[in-house]
């Protein structure tokens, strides 16, 4: 595939995406107390809003308050006021190859819908490329890219011996960025991915208590 990630693609619902990068899903844990969105999640999307990509799509968002991915997580439920998620809504819409580059291409020969990857993206092999990681880094990359600046966002990778253990601290460096943007100021190239992790984890034990009083509140 050679068209530009900057050429604007036209969707199956007559939609138009102004260029073929998206920023891909990302559970952000930054909900407001009442599993609501609040001014992080604004400052965060308003980031990406302004950072050039084509098509922001959300972490999880989860219907249900019992069955949620972490204790951050926003939760539209019966009776959620609905003004913080309306509020949300306006911001607007690599060292590893695709982990499923040749695979998506199959798909896009015979699919009639465009096809988006994501994972470790480096070059555009469908019509949508969609990236996470790089995008906590640099949420700007896309309109840097676009003016033609040959920068790479730096790449959190952990490499512990114990890989479930670097698992965690990795995913710990790219929400500790997530909550650096979120704050307002530029995340750093590089953070102590032990520190974060420990950070991380003690948030998490927060928001988790946090996170009963509410579910016990509601019964
Ligand atoms: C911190 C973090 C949170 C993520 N949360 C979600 C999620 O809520 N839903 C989802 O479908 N994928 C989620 N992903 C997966 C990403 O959307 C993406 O597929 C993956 O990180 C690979 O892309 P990358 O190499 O550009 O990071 C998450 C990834 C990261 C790093």
Redesign the pocket.
Same mark, same amino acid.
């Given at each position: 595939m050679t068209t530009s990630l900057f050429a604007p693609l036209t969707l199956p619902n007559g939609g138009t995406l102004p260029n073929r990068i998206a920023k891909?899903? &990302?559970?952000?844990n930054l909900a407001d107390a009442g599993q609501l969105p609040g001014a992080a999640l604004w400052r965060l999307y308003e980031a990406w809003g302004a950072g050039g990509a084509g098509l922001l799509? #959300?972490?999880?968002v989860m219907i249900d308050g019992r069955a949620l #991915?972490g204790p951050g997580g926003v939760v539209p439920e019966r009776g959620t006021p609905l003004e913080p998620f309306r509020r949300s809504a306006d911001g607007r819409t690599?060292a590893?190859e695709?982990?499923f580059l040749s695979f998506a291409q199959e798909i896009a020969a015979v699919s009639r819908m465009p096809v988006m990857t #994501?994972?470790?993206?480096r070059r555009q092999a469908v019509a949508v490329v969609? &990236?996470?990681?790089?995008?906590?880094c640099m949420p700007d990359l896309p309109k840097r890219w676009r003016d033609g600046q040959a920068v790479d966002a730096p790449l959190a990778v952990v490499g512990w011996r114990d890989k479930a253990v670097a698992g965690l601290a #990795? &995913?710990a460096l790219?929400?500790r960025r997530?909550r650096v943007i979120a704050a307002g100021r530029r995340p750093r190239r590089s953070y102590s991915p032990l520190y974060s992790l420990v950070i991380d984890q003690l948030r998490t034990c927060k928001l988790t208590a946090r996170y009963r009083q509410w579910r016990q509140a509601r019964g």
């Amino acid at each position: 595939m050679t068209t530009s990630l900057f050429a604007p693609l036209t969707l199956p619902n007559g939609g138009t995406l102004p260029n073929r990068i998206a920023k891909a899903a &990302m559970e952000e844990n930054l909900a407001d107390a009442g599993q609501l969105p609040g001014a992080a999640l604004w400052r965060l999307y308003e980031a990406w809003g302004a950072g050039g990509a084509g098509l922001l799509i #959300t972490g999880n968002v989860m219907i249900d308050g019992r069955a949620l #991915t972490g204790p951050g997580g926003v939760v539209p439920e019966r009776g959620t006021p609905l003004e913080p998620f309306r509020r949300s809504a306006d911001g607007r819409t690599l060292a590893r190859e695709a982990y499923f580059l040749s695979f998506a291409q199959e798909i896009a020969a015979v699919s009639r819908m465009p096809v988006m990857t #994501t994972g470790g993206i480096r070059r555009q092999a469908v019509a949508v490329v969609a &990236m996470a990681s790089a995008l906590a880094c640099m949420p700007d990359l896309p309109k840097r890219w676009r003016d033609g600046q040959a920068v790479d966002a730096p790449l959190a990778v952990v490499g512990w011996r114990d890989k479930a253990v670097a698992g965690l601290a #990795t &995913m710990a460096l790219v929400k500790r960025r997530l909550r650096v943007i979120a704050a307002g100021r530029r995340p750093r190239r590089s953070y102590s991915p032990l520190y974060s992790l420990v950070i991380d984890q003690l948030r998490t034990c927060k928001l988790t208590a946090r996170y009963r009083q509410w579910r016990q509140a509601r019964g």
